[in-house]
């Protein structure tokens, strides 16, 4: 059945959305006046302006990122200064030309000169093609270091961390502030070496020419200082805000998009699309104030630059008629003046983008900062093949925050308390209690996704403090409730498990796991393209795929977090067999809310309150008619469907 709009307030009109789009945007960005001020004031938005200090620390941070590229870049930056001195010296060579056809020129200077002005410029352009390729072949380089060491620093933080961020910004710094990175790190730097020679020799000639001139040159570089240094703390305030609207403007559209069946089944289209348009015009509005900005500071910089050289020309006009410089010393003063206008313009747009990268900057090394909780010791040890003895000593947790920018926060209340609890090779343990009893948390803890607040827990005598995490990690198999299933074939996400595996074992894997039959069913069978988070998949074909990775990886201690609770029960009868074949031998933790699943537990786990309050058997539980039994009695008074919703109020749960 197709989907048609209801006639209705939420039918989206596109033509009138825009139109409130840009309103809002407007009504933002008029206040600009006053904003200028406050901007100038290191107001704007409540946020203060960074220190000199840390300016020139992230200033030399973000230089060191150059340091395996300093042969390439050293060329490049010599290559560049050649191509500038080349630069200068075409600008003399002008005075010659000029003068060889005014009166009492002479026709062989006019050829030489003419001749050597082509050179220079063949000689410029090969000199820029040069620089400019080693320029870019680094900062290409240097862009893929630094989002390589970005996504591997991601790697190593604790779940901690990525529970208190969203992704949209996290995508943002590793894409866009490393762009911004680059832009400074290889073309301003070459820029700004170019644009100095360029400045400093410029200023020299024209002091040799006439230094009468020249002081009028020494009236606008000071004026244009003071302006471009007071415009471009303004301006990298709201470069900043432009960036990170950016990454909030990515967060709502990740979400959005990747929550679409949700967004689709509340008829929550409009409310997206309005929500997305209030993030939008809040970033057009801080966008446009600072194109305000650019286009305030640019034409002021101009018009400063082009008076000053109405008036040298009328001067200089005068001392040729005076007989004191002769004509192609004007010209060449004046296409000097003009380098010299330009060098100072330019450095005023690399304060501006200077501004912007150094807010990158912070955010990149703030991001390169966070130090993980989860980490070896420099004698850390690798596990050999385990039994699976698991033991949970005086185990205490709590969710205490990663995000170093919130500062310190209170104690957070605690999780589990005290849970004192051993698991032996071979066992399998069922967890049960009530929702937010603290089951998931007690699993996420056996392979250090998270660091227990008190108490230690060991595997076979060895403190997981103390051993490698890969090869703890390699050793357990985790299917949690939320399947993640990776954006590409069946195959690849199965082989995942194990990268090694042949395909007979691939197969016997899917097989195992109730997966093989619908798999070969799909149009391209092992091949076919599950689409983002298996989104083309069923929730319980996404679950089967996840238990056959599992069984592919053949690990010795199992944590399965309500791994069944997907299927229907036909599937769930035969994947409980492969589970139990593969359960024999390995150490099991279970949270379940089925019946039969706990009942065939070797021991059963009660948590309440994040303690453990009963341990057993099925039948000795029972017959103390505690928590417990009421659960189960209570599951078989309401029995829960397969497929329903996750079960009963004091029903098993994360």
């Known amino acids: 059945m197709n989907e048609t709009p209801r006639p209705d307030d939420d039918v989206i009109d596109d033509r009138a959305d825009q139109e409130l789009l840009w309103q809002e945007a407007r009504g933002s960005a008029t206040s600009f006046p006053r904003e200028l001020l406050t901007l100038l004031s290191g107001r704007f938005s409540g946020k203060r302006g960074r220190s000199d200090d840390d300016s020139s620390a992230s200033l030399r941070r973000l230089l060191g990122l150059a340091g395996p590229y300093r042969t390439r870049l050293t060329i490049a930056l010599v290559v560049v200064l050649l191509g500038s001195l080349v630069s200068l010296g075409t600008t003399l060579t002008w005075r010659y030309?000029?003068?060889?056809?005014?009166?009492?020129?002479?026709?062989?200077?006019?050829?030489?000169?003419?001749?050597?002005?082509?050179?220079?410029?063949?000689?410029?352009?090969?000199?820029?093609?040069?620089?400019?390729?080693?320029?870019?072949?680094?900062?290409?380089?240097?862009?893929?270091?630094?989002?390589?060491?970005l996504f591997r620093h991601l790697q190593t933080l604790p779940l901690r961390f990525f529970t208190e961020r969203r992704v949209g910004e996290l995508v943002s710094r590793v894409m866009n502030d490393v762009q911004t990175v680059r832009g400074v790190l290889t073309g301003d730097l070459s820029g700004l070496l170019q644009q100095t020679v360029l400045f400093v020799g410029a200023l020299t000639f024209i002091l040799v020419i006439d230094w009468h001139l020249s002081l009028l040159m020494f009236v606008l570089v000071p004026v244009v200082s003071v302006v471009s240094i007071v415009l471009g703390r303004a301006m990298r305030r709201l470069s900043a805000e432009v960036t990170d609207g950016f990454a909030v403007v990515y967060t709502v559209l990740e979400e959005t998009l990747s929550g679409v069946r949700t967004v689709r089944s509340f008829v929550r289209e409009a409310y997206e699309v309005g929500r997305f348009r209030s993030y939008l015009s809040k970033l057009l509005g801080i966008a446009l104030r600072r194109m305000y900005f650019e286009i305030v500071f640019g034409p002021l910089l101009s018009a400063l630059f082009f008076s000053s050289t109405v008036v040298i020309i009328w001067y200089g006009g005068k001392q040729v008629l005076a007989g004191e410089i002769s004509t192609g010393q004007l010209v060449t003063f004046i296409l000097l003046t003009s380098v010299i206008g330009g060098s100072i313009r330019w450095v005023g747009g690399l304060w501006t983008r200077l501004q912007s990268a150094l807010g990158s900057c912070d955010r990149i090394f703030r991001l390169l900062d966070v130090e993980s909780e989860i980490t070896e010791p420099a004698d850390a040890v690798a596990l050999p093949a385990l039994e699976g003895r698991l033991r949970f000593d005086r185990v205490s947790f709590s969710y205490r925050s990663a995000n170093p920018e919130r500062g310190p926060d209170r104690e957070p209340p605690a999780v589990l308390h005290d849970i004192d609890l051993e698991v032996a090779p071979g066992e399998k343990l069922a967890v049960v209690g009530p929702s937010g009893a603290g089951k998931s948390t007690l699993m996420h803890l056996v392979p250090r996704f998270y660091d227990p607040s008190a108490g230690r827990i060991l595997v076979d005598g060895a403190d997981l403090r103390t051993v490698r995490l890969d090869s703890l990690r390699t050793q357990i198999g985790f299917v949690p409730q939320e399947t993640h299933l990776f954006g590409g074939t069946v195959r690849d996400n199965l082989l995942y498990g194990r990268l090694d595996a042949s395909e007979e074992e691939l197969v016997a894997a899917a097989r195992a796991a109730n997966a093989h039959e619908f798999v070969s069913a799909l149009e391209d069978g092992y091949e076919t393209i599950v689409g983002e988070k298996g989104i083309r998949l069923s929730g319980g074909q996404r679950q089967r795929l996840a238990i056959a990775r599992v069984l592919l990886k053949d690990p010795r201690i199992l944590l399965l977090d309500e791994a069944t609770s997907a299927l229907d029960s036909e599937?769930?009868?035969?994947?409980?067999?492969?589970?139990?074949?593969?359960?024999?031998?390995?150490?099991?933790?279970?949270?379940?809310?089925?019946?039969?699943?706990?009942?065939?537990?070797?021991?059963?786990?009660v948590l309440d309150g994040g303690r453990v309050v009963e341990l057993g058997t099925h039948e000795e539980l029972m017959a103390t008619g505690r928590l417990y039994a009421r659960l189960v009695r209570q599951q078989l008074h309401d029995p829960v469907e397969p497929a329903a919703s996750a079960g009963p109020t004091e029903e098993v749960q994360p």
């Open 571 to 605: 599937s769930e009868r035969l994947v409980q067999e492969a589970l139990d074949r593969l359960m024999e031998g390995r150490t099991t933790l279970v949270v379940a809310h089925r019946l039969s699943t706990v009942q065939d537990a070797d021991r059963i786990a």
């Open 97 to 149: 030309l000029v003068d060889s056809v005014t009166p009492g020129g002479n026709a062989d200077l006019l050829d030489r000169v003419a001749l050597a002005l082509l050179g220079l410029y063949v000689l410029r352009s090969v000199l820029g093609l040069g620089s400019g390729y080693l320029l870019n072949v680094v900062g290409l380089r240097l862009t893929m270091d630094l989002r390589f060491e």
